[in-house]
């Protein structure tokens, strides 16, 4: 794999797919794009109804929060060429048209893991992205070892 698109949420379950990606990327000589999908920002509004920060301040915040989590990320792989993006809008939207922009030869998702609402957001984007993706789709299920 060359070109390997990685979404992730910032959970121990999206993340327990990253060893996997390490060494489809080391074998195929690859790259990672690890990939941050945050809900487009409404202004922030007080109490008393006054702005505190608007949509754009919350979207630069986000998106320096997103890269500094992703470049963290990064770090635990070595020795590979990782790039961070982050992306504002649908989960399911953003990942395709990621792995598009980015020309993915791979998108590297978690299935399960998860219970309650959780589960049924990253569960329904993993699905959703199975389906919809013209781009090949690695579904990963963890095992407890891999979240201990």
Known sequence: MKRIVVPLDASAVAESVLPVVADLARAGGGSIRLLRV???PDN???PDGRVIAYADQEMERL???GLDYLKTVAM???GLTVEPCVRFGDPLTEILEEAHAFDA???AVTTAGRSGLGRAVLGSVADRVFKKSETPVL???PSRADLA
Do not use: H, T, W
Request: aromatic share 6%.
């Open 139 to 141: 579904l990963y299920r």
């Open 38 to 40: 945050e809900p487009l």
């Open 63 to 65: 998106e320096a929060e």
């Open 44 to 46: 922030c509004v007080g």
């Open 105 to 107: 030869d791979l998108i």
């Open 76 to 78: 635990r792989l070595g």
